[in-house]
């Protein structure tokens, strides 16, 4: 199809109705006559028609309601029987008794007893008033044109029947007259329409039921039957049309008043004769014209331009509200043409530039989740070579970079830093803001400085161009791996949980201080805690005990400490993989509301100092040897390295008490210590007898073994079984002190 521009198709419709008005204009003195005679017989007929179908409407309703008005003094009865002997009186050609579930228990058609309404489309109709949902309805249903002008026609009426029962009687054509013919054959015998017209009342099939014969005789109508096929085929209902009766020309007009025709008539002839009143109207008719015009080209406008300027509209809301799928397609003309296929090519290609911008921020965002992640240790276990300390820790954020962070590492070999923190948003900011609050605080905490001194420095930095108001809560920790002693802040973040070695987890009771990055000038407290042997403790974020399940319940502190204390004596990684199982199982796949981080940390004790003291003497060496073994053993040492520590103890214990004192018998002082960090034990022997540097025995000449002066053997093997061996001389005392390292840890 060609597309016309819009001023050409504006043009063209309005020359088509320039055209029209013209010819219109012309015609108009003629067409006003007939139009305006035949305006006021419509009128007039159809005011008559108007009467008759009230009145037989009138009739129907009084002859039909009296079945309703009849049962309302009727008590229930249930029987086939009875039933029967109440209905026949009323003349209907089937009754059928309907419970307010549809069924049909009674009714004299055996071919609906016992079914359901619903299986009779005529009764199917009353549904909803059979099961309540209807209670305003009226009795006689009025038979629809359609129906009617069917050879095959019903009249139904329908009537309460006790609370919840109704009664649906029908009426075909025979019964429906029988009931009705009697009191309508009355309606037109005293009216006349005009000088010489008349209203009458026709069955379906034409005969005529009023006026009466000899009324019809009066008006020269001495037909009893008109042919209702001609009365609708000359004209629809209340439609002014000519009709030749008797050879007589008529204007008439017809009507469906329930089961008849109305039917109203007068002769032509008679209409005619009142020309004159209809030219007073001519110049109205002109006025009227015009308006026509405006009308004509005002729907034009709005038709051709206003519709399709809302269509395009439309279609522009749906894509400014982010629906980019919505197509422009208005084809009307070239100019809307072109519109819509500009508007859909913007559209296509904001299209791919978002689905371009979108695969670059998601590389980006990946690209800022790796930095991120790298950010943090995240490689276990991270000290291997020291097993003093066991510490696990795990991110897992809420968006693909989040505020959350952990940190730990040592400042030197005997104090580690650990911490979480929580940044107060999510996403990029937080990201940004977390990288920067992580440098700081580790390069503050590497200093040596006291962890008092950290926060207060670091929330000072963090104040300053704080722009984005954004803070931090954290819980930091300086561990002396030596002796167990745990320096630390809570800064406003959650409180940590710690596990005695015989106990359970429970929470640290202290109060937090104030967030960072909030107040430059608010005052931290540090606190002390001694941890021992086998201690752990368990730091996380508000994601933990706020993750939710599908009905919104959080986690929460109780479950969380209950989850920790399902293994006793776990790793550090256990701690975090338990705590982590829960949080699976318990939020049965809900979103992740928050980041959710956690960090483990288990103690396996410090620097183990043990000392003996006896009298240099053969007889109390015995129990120096079952101190030395008794330490070793318990800090893991093998059997070999037990038989080695057994020569060495007794080679140097041996010459202390044989040489050490030539005339007054002294003490023999033996200290213990082992660190679990480095893997190594001390061995120190003391006593205040004659100086004497085993350093300095020069090496035994294996080679020259009969040559070889008597001595220097034992210390020799000393030197040999130890890993070092160190020698000082202050106040009166030799100090001799033996290193072994343990080979196979435990």
């Known amino acids: ?45 159809k005011s008559q028609i108007g009467e008759l179908r009230d009145g037989v409407d009138y009739y129907s309703e009084f002859a039909f309601n009296s079945p309703n008005n009849y049962l309302e003094t009727k008590p229930d009865v249930l029987t086939q029987s009875e039933l029967d002997d109440y209905f026949h009186i009323f003349l209907a050609t089937n009754w059928y008794y309907i419970e307010q579930d549809g069924s ?93 017209g008349s209203n009458m009342i026709l069955r379906q099939d034409g005969v005529i039921i009023s006026p009466a014969a000899g009324v019809r005789d009066k008006l020269h109508y001495a037909s009893s039957t008109v042919d209702a096929e001609m009365l609708r085929a000359q004209s629809a209902e209340n439609n002014l049309f000519l009709v030749t009766l008797n050879g007589t020309n008529y204007y008439a007009m017809y009507a469906q008043a329930d ?29 009227l014209l015009l308006t026509v015009i405006f009308i004509r080209i005002n729907s034009l406008t709005k038709r051709l331009i206003v519709k399709n300027i809302e269509t395009v509209n439309n279609g522009l809301a749906e894509i400014t509200s982010g629906n980019l799928d919505t197509e422009i397609n208005v084809r009307d003309n070239v100019e809307f043409n072109q519109l819509s296929d500009g508007i859909n090519a913007t559209v296509s290609s904001l299209k791919g530039y978002i689905q371009r911008e979108s695969e670059r921020f998601e590389q980006e965002l990946e690209l800022a989740r790796s930095i991120q992640t790298s950010a943090m240790p995240n490689v276990f276990p991270p000290f291997p070579e020291r097993h003093d300390i066991d510490i696990f820790a795990s991110m897992k954020p809420a968006k693909q970079v989040g505020g959350d962070f952990y940190d730990f590492f040592f400042i030197d070999d005997a104090h580690l830093v650990f911490l979480t923190a929580d940044v107060s948003d999510k996403g990029i900011p937080a990201a940004l803001f977390m990288m920067k609050a992580k440098t700081i605080i580790k390069s503050l905490a590497q200093s040596g400085i006291s962890v008092e001194n950290v926060i207060v420095s670091a929330n000072k930095i963090l104040c300053e161009d704080n722009n984005a108001d954004m803070f931090v809560t954290l819980w930091i920790g300086i561990l002396n791996t030596e002796n167990g002693e745990l320096s630390y802040i809570n800064a406003g973040h959650c409180k940590p949980l710690l596990r005695r070695t015989d106990g359970r987890f429970e929470y640290l009771p202290d109060r937090a201080d104030f967030v960072v990055a909030c107040e430059d000038d608010v005052p931290y407290h540090g606190k002390r805690l001694t941890l021992k042997k086998g201690d752990a403790l368990f730091l996380y974020t ?76 053969l007889s109390q060496l015995a129990k120096v040897y079952a101190f030395i073994e008794k330490q070793f053993a318990e800090c893991g040492f093998d059997s070999e390295a037990l038989a080695e520590i057994g020569i060495i103890a007794d080679e140097i214990c041996s010459n202390i008490v044989l040489y050490a004192y030539p005339v007054d018998k002294g003490k023999l002082t033996t200290e213990f210590s082992f660190n ?62 033996i290193i072994k390292k343990r080979r196979n840890a435990p």
């Open 259 to 287: 089961g008849y025709y109305t039917l109203t008539v007068i002769p032509r002839a008679e209409v005619i004769g009142s020309l004159n009143a209809v030219m007073s109207i001519t110049a109205f008719l002109v006025l």
């Open 1 to 45: 199809m060609k597309i016309k521009k819009l001023s050409t198709v504006f043009r063209h419709k309005l020359l088509k109705v320039s055209a029209i008005i013209l010819l219109c204009s012309i015609l108009l003195m003629f067409a006003a006559v007939i139009f305006v005679v035949r305006l006021s017989t419509t009128e007039m007929l």
């Open 542 to 617: 508000d994601g933990v005990s706020e993750a939710v399940n599908k009905d919104g319940r959080l986690f929460g502190e109780e479950r969380l400490k209950d989850a920790l204390n399902k293994e006793k004596s776990a790793t550090a990684k256990n701690i975090c993989a338990t705590v982590s199982t829960e949080l699976r199982v318990y939020s049965q796949d809900a979103p992740q509301t928050d980041d959710i981080t956690m960090l483990a940390v288990v103690y396996n004790g410090g620097i183990i100092r043990e000392k003996i003291m006896v009298d240099a003497d």
């Open 104 to 196: 049909i228990p009674f009714t004299d058609d055996s071919t609906m007893r016992g079914k359901n309404a619903s299986a009779d489309p005529e009764l199917a109709q009353f549904a909803d008033i059979y099961s309540g949902k209807v209670t305003d309805f009226d009795s006689p249903q009025e038979i629809p044109s359609a129906d009617f002008q069917s050879e095959n026609w019903k009249k139904l009426v329908i009537c309460r029947y006790g609370d919840n029962s109704f009664v649906v009687l029908k009426y075909a054509p025979k019964e429906y007259y029988h009931m009705l013919d009697a009191v309508v054959a009355r309606l037109c015998n005293f009216e006349s329409v005009g000088t010489n």
């Open 676 to 737: 679990p960090a480095t893997e190594e034990a001390s061995l120190v022997f003391i006593d205040n007898g004659i100086p004497f540097n085993p350093l300095n025995t020069p090496v035994p000449d294996f080679e020259n073994a009969e040559a070889r002066k008597e001595g220097g053997l034992g210390i020799f093997l000393v030197r040999k079984l130890s890993d070092r061996l160190e020698y000082k001389y202050t106040k009166t005392q030799n100090i001799l002190k």
